[in-house]
């Protein structure tokens, strides 16, 4: 997954939240647009948009942007650092035995989780079926487990806080059955979970989920008009050769798609804005 776009109203206090907060780095700023991320990967991109309203919370979008961090002492860095400067962001945390999550709402009512992934060997799978639960995690144990001086120190000066990238994300959408089709049959991910007609989670490569839509707020949802939230969501494919064969995949299936020589563009049925490029 590459990065996510959102629509802000207020840019310098998103800045903010996702730079001291969530311990981003402020990759760029030019002008209305910021991105945020690690090193020289871009995980949140922020477009000042204030003439826009936000969305209704039955409205399809974006249920939460999950970023993955490298060791458990910089998840427990980023926990800290946002529990700290905005705790009233926190709405729980889960292990879901291929990962350990914690999640926040951002100021502006956006989903963020914050996770690390287990060892691999470690993720079970029954007939192409990955193993995942909602069991009680207790954050403050993680922080005294996996913290340390060293994190409370990193997370007060921004500095030596390791990698992240955009690990999944996860869609608010009008039904399973619409998303299944669109992402599985057309786009190409393989199904590695399903919770009836509630949600579906897709990815490549046996990855537990690259991305996952539900119904849980959303069940009915048309078309999303122009709001804040979700501007676009950001898929890396291999190569040229891969992003060549989407193309036509997509056309086969007559998806309205926007060529520009480097990505192709298109909407998903809820008119999330997907672009799909190739690595560099």
Same mark, same amino acid.
């Given at each position: ?15 903010? *939240? !996702? ?12 002008? &209305?647009?910021? $991105? ?33 961090? #490298? ?8 926990? *800290?650092? $946002?529990?700290?400067? !905005? &705790? ?9 035995? @291929?990962?350990?999550? +914690? *999640? +926040?709402? #951002? &100021? ?15 993720? =079970?799978?029954? /007939? ?9 995690? #207790?954050?403050?144990? !993680? ?6 001086? &060293? ?11 390791? =990698?992240?990238?955009?690990? /999944? ?8 059955? =619409?998303?299944?089709?669109? !992402? $599985?049959?057309?786009?190409?991910? %393989? ?15 046996? *990855? /537990? ?24 969501? %950001?898929? $890396? ?17 007559? @998806?309205?798609?926007? #060529? ?5 563009? +298109? ?6 804005? @997907? %672009? ?5």
């Amino acid at each position: 997954m590459g990065a996510v776009t959102l629509r802000v109203a207020d840019l310098d206090g998103m800045i903010r *939240y !996702y730079r001291d907060g969530v311990t981003l780095e402020l990759l760029r700023h030019d002008g &209305p647009v910021a $991105v945020l991320g690690r090193g020289t990967t871009p995980i949140i991109v922020l477009e000042h948009a204030p003439e826009l309203r936000h969305a209704s919370p039955r409205d399809a979008g974006l249920y939460h942007t999950a970023i993955l961090f #490298d060791t458990r002492e910089a998840l427990a860095t980023a926990i *800290y650092a $946002v529990a700290s400067r !905005y &705790p009233g962001t926190f709405t729980g945390s889960a292990d879901h035995l @291929v990962s350990e999550a +914690f *999640y +926040f709402t #951002d &100021p502006e009512g956006n989903g963020v989780e914050l996770y690390f992934d287990r060892d691999r060997s470690a993720w =079970s799978w029954v /007939h192409g079926t990955v193993e995942m639960a909602t069991l009680h995690l #207790d954050p403050n144990a !993680y922080l005294r487990e996996h913290l340390g001086e &060293p994190g409370v120190q990193a997370a007060a000066a921004g500095t030596g806080l390791g =990698s992240a990238i955009v690990g /999944h994300v996860h869609l608010s959408v009008g039904d399973v059955a =619409s998303a299944r089709e669109f !992402y $599985v049959e057309r786009l190409g991910f %393989e199904t590695t979970a399903e919770l009836g007609d509630q949600a579906l989670f897709v990815s490549a490569g046996g *990855y /537990h989920h690259h991305m996952a839509m539900n119904t849980w707020g959303s069940r009915g949802a048309g078309r999303r008009g122009l709001a804040l939230g979700l501007g676009k969501v %950001e898929i $890396v494919v291999p190569d040229a050769d891969e992003l060549g064969a989407l193309g036509e995949r997509m056309a086969h299936f007559r @998806v309205g798609v926007r #060529d520009d020589g480097r990505t192709l563009a +298109f909407d998903d049925p809820w008119a999330n804005l @997907v %672009e799909v490029r190739a690595a560099e």
